[in-house]
């Protein structure tokens, strides 16, 4: 992991073997309501993190709660990861998307 690596906890978070994070990557596992009424009861919920053995995440990337990163995977810099990636993929952007699968 570089330096700046954010790792917000509340949920599980499993990171297998030979994972590499560049510079600020941020992992979160909270989420709250979008509905405002719902915010205002101050909820909050977990959803786990899991990323794959030897992933390659870009730096500034934010993984979001619930998301899964299979095995091999590369996750551009800057990337806002929202869904699952696949195994053996290569996924950027904003939101992030599968650019390539092996």
Request: hydrophobic share 40%; aromatic share 4%.
């Amino acid at each position: 992991m570089n330096s700046g690596v954010l790792i917000l906890d509340c949920g599980k978070v499993f990171i297998d073997d030979d994972v590499m994070m560049g510079p600020n990557v941020q992992i979160y596992t909270v989420e709250h309501p979008t509905d405002a009424e719902e915010r205002l009861k101050k909820i909050e919920f977990t959803k786990e993190v899991s990323i794959g053995k030897n992933v390659w995440i870009g730096g500034g990337a934010i993984i979001l709660s619930g998301v899964s990163i299979g095995d091999n995977a590369v996750i551009g810099a800057g990337s806002v990861v929202l869904k699952d990636v696949p195994s053996n993929a290569v996924a950027a952007g904003n939101p992030c998307r599968i650019l390539k699968k092996k």
